[in-house]
């Protein structure tokens, strides 16, 4: 009896995209450590594709996109600043790939850690009933702090979010309601139906693009251009799904900056993406209203917002504070940069005290922070405390990851230099 003839699984490519904007650096060592994983889970090189385009950055990218394009990167150089959404839209347009292969649309601030790859790979293309994924994305190697988990922008959002910066009462009710989306987001053990995620690292087919029309929609100058994709998505009918399993770094806001470096042109393209966004999906009359409310919340953000808790202030640290409470317990510790918490990278800890690891404090900016401690069974509060870290934060990349074979060598000693 002849036996059966079984064909290989068809090759599968992928198409990494990378929009720059004065992130060389940070650039070549994400690229690297996607390199890394991909030849580790023993692809072909042949089938991965990466395109990067550089946004008119300002500051000098010469030496980390030429050592780039030596290494097989595909570099773009705008004129112009196309925003986030123009950027992404000229990289795909010069991808290549068939219908079934993904797509991989990356922040150049991202380090792929071992595995996380092919959980979110295979996961997509295996699936079609999943029209994006995201993987679970910590702010440090150490995988101490969770980023924030994005809710859908709406106009109740708004409202609330808006309402929180002048009435406690409403500060209260959102932070509560946050809080526990959020602790069930760095708490999952499976993966997790939303209809919103982070746009720093999304995965989807190519068909799935096809599908849409677009990849972005490139009104948008930057911010929103990734709700709207994940809206869209769902529209399709398709499961937008974070990854639990994948685990990836997001070296957040190399690129826009916080607190003062943020406010001027991020600030601007910010405001001018929301007007597109809520005007799209809530009509004339909702983007005027929604206009309305963003106004009022500059108005009562400018004035530092209400606070909602007493914090004891622990004042200027070059180093770690150590956070206590009463006794051992279950505790959802938050980490955010403004004293109303609206937004809070998180960790979920067991004990009575927590100090945050060396190999975390340095990616912290140099600056205000404000923290507080909530049972996680009851939500009871336990404690809050303020502090400014008067060090400067880590503004240069981890090192580039070993190569595990010859054939990504190349790009690894690139981005290590």
């Not at 919340?297 to 400018?302: A, D, E, K, P, V």
């Not at 004891?312 to 070059?318: D, M, S, T």
């Not at 998180?346 to 600056?367: K, N, Q, R, T």
Request: with cysteine.
């Amino acid at each position: 009896m002849t036996p059966a003839v079984t064909s290989a699984p068809p090759r599968r490519r992928l198409s990494a995209l990378v929009v720059n904007y004065n992130t060389g650096t940070f650039a070549e060592v994400a690229i690297a450590s996607l390199r890394c994983e991909w030849i580790a889970e023993g692809r072909h090189p042949d089938d991965l594709e990466v395109i990067l385009v550089d946004n008119a950055s300002p500051r000098d990218q010469t030496e980390p996109l030429e050592r780039m394009e030596r290494h097989g990167v595909r570099v773009l150089r705008s004129d112009s600043n196309l925003g986030y959404a123009g950027g992404m839209n000229l990289a795909y347009s010069h991808s290549t790939g068939d219908s079934a292969d993904v797509v991989a649309v990356l922040n150049p601030d991202l380090y792929f850690l071992p595995g996380s790859l092919s959980k979110l790979f295979d996961f997509v293309a295996d699936n079609p009933d999943i029209g994006a994924a995201d993987p679970r994305t910590y702010f440090d190697p150490g995988k101490v702090l969770h980023l924030p988990r994005n809710l859908l922008p709406t106009l109740w959002e708004h409202v609330f979010i808006t309402g929180s910066l002048r009435f406690k009462s409403i500060l209260r009710w959102y932070t509560k309601k946050r809080t526990r989306l959020a602790a069930q987001w760095w708490t999952a053990t499976d993966v997790v139906d939303s209809d919103m995620l982070s746009g720093c690292c999304v995965f989807l087919r190519r068909e799935v693009i096809d599908r849409l029309g677009m990849l972005m929609d490139d009104r948008f100058p930057l911010y929103y251009e990734d709700t709207d994709l994940f809206r869209r998505v769902r529209r399709l009918g398709l499961r937008v799904v974070h990854q639990v399993h994948a685990e990836v770094l997001h070296h957040w806001s190399r690129s826009s900056g916080i607190g003062a470096a943020f406010e001027g042109e991020p600030r601007k393209r910010q405001l001018a993406a929301a007007r597109v966004y809520y005007a799209k999906y809530y009509g004339p009359i909702g983007g005027k209203i929604a206009d309305w409310i963003t106004a009022k919340g500059q108005i009562w953000g400018s004035r530092g917002g209400v606070p909602l808790h007493d914090c004891i202030e622990l004042g200027p640290l070059a180093d770690p504070p150590r956070i206590a409470w009463d006794r051992e317990r279950d505790v959802i510790l938050e980490v955010g940069l403004l004293s109303n918490w609206l937004l809070s990278a998180g960790i979920v800890v067991h004990g009575a005290a927590w100090v945050c690891p060396l190999e975390s404090w340095e990616w912290f900016f140099e600056g205000a922070y404000f923290v507080r401690a909530l049972d996680q069974k009851t939500g009871a509060m336990l404690g809050a405390w303020s502090f400014t870290k008067c060090t400067p934060g880590r503004n240069h990349p981890l090192p580039a990851p070993l190569p595990p074979t010859r054939a990504v060598e190349g790009a690894v000693e690139g981005a290590a230099r």
